[in-house]
């Protein structure tokens, strides 16, 4: 098996070549003229032919040295493609992320996002995934690369393995008919809510949402009739207007508001939802251009969020 060849033996012999001459080719090169010299010997050793005849006026190319050098400047040229790829790897300009993101990322979020990420980084390719908190943090690492999450607990903040940073706070709003009694007030408490019936998430399979928006409604002395559930705000809304029900949404809800249902701010402190990056093991270049836009787009920095 033969050693693998200098990529300085090609670019010698590229150099004397082009050049016709020694010593010219090893000024090009920067080197000296004997180190050329041994550099091409090397190379018709390694391949086991002439590439050069040598005389005392000129240098000319063997039949096979004229074949060969098409092939070698091709091979520099890949190579150093190769490298500027890694580079630009290393870099975060280049390669491939996996994001997953629950839904309601989806409302306001995450187009702009995606155009941000665009502009800075037009070569990293993106694969999109529409899934619950619950599905993202189990497939993190594995399938997925970093998760737009809603609803990290303190159980989650306590795994070694997961890095996150808070991204967006989010006021919580009642959805109503636009017909119902409450829906022209500017803002509601929700102990005014305690006679109306809610639509609200399943637990299964969204626990973690699930369960907040009844530790919000508890803190306020509010224990909710729950008449139905729904596992998508677009369906959740459309039942709120069929008057099934009222629903607490994050005010992103607005961009996907039926024109004949009414979104009105809670006015209780702490009646917010969060939105959450989350990743495990270290950060690759791209997911931290990644991290970087997101918080941009949210107002945020890391440092601003004690990270």
């Not at 080719?25 to 050329?36: D, I, K, M, T, Y």
């Not at 400047?73 to 870099?91: C, G, M, N, S």
């Not at 619950?134 to 795994?159: N, P, S, T």
């Not at 979104?263 to 702490?270: C, E, M, N, Q, T």
């Amino acid at each position: 098996m033969r050693a693998p060849i200098d990529t300085d033996l090609l670019a010698s012999f590229v150099a004397v070549a082009e050049e016709r001459h020694f010593r010219r080719g090893a000024e090009r090169l920067h080197v000296a003229q004997p180190v050329v010299s041994r550099r091409i010997q090397r190379l018709e050793q390694a391949i086991g032919v002439a590439l050069i005849e040598r005389t005392t006026r000129h240098v000319a190319l063997t039949d096979a040295g004229s074949i060969f050098l098409d092939d070698a400047r091709r091979l520099l040229h890949d190579i150093e493609l190769a490298f500027a790829r890694a580079r630009r790897v290393d870099q975060g300009i280049l390669g491939s992320l996996t994001i997953g993101f629950v839904e309601s990322a989806a409302f306001e979020l995450l187009a702009p996002l995606l155009r941000e990420l665009a502009s800075r980084v037009p070569d990293v390719t993106l694969e999109l995934r529409e899934l619950s908190t619950e599905q993202q943090l189990a497939d993190l690492h594995a399938d997925v690369d970093v998760a737009i999450v809603r609803e990290l607990g303190r159980h989650d903040l306590e795994d070694e393995g997961l890095e996150s940073l808070p991204l967006l706070e989010e006021q919580l709003h009642v959805a109503l008919p636009s017909s119902h009694r409450l829906a022209d007030r500017d803002e509601l408490a929700l102990s005014e809510l305690a006679d109306l019936p809610f639509v609200l998430f399943p637990r299964p399979p969204v626990p973690r949402l699930h369960d907040h928006l009844l530790a919000v409604c508890a803190t306020a002395g509010l224990h909710p009739t729950i008449v139905a559930h729904a596992s998508q705000y677009p369906t959740m809304l459309a039942m709120v207007a069929a008057a099934q029900g009222i629903a607490l949404v994050p005010a992103c809800a607005r961009a996907i508001r039926p024109a004949d249902v009414r979104l009105v701010p809670v006015s209780d402190a702490g009646a917010t939802t969060s939105l959450s990056l989350a990743w495990r093991g270290p950060g690759t270049p791209a997911l931290e251009t990644f991290v970087d836009a997101a918080l941009t787009l949210a107002g945020r920095t890391p440092s601003s969020t004690g990270a």
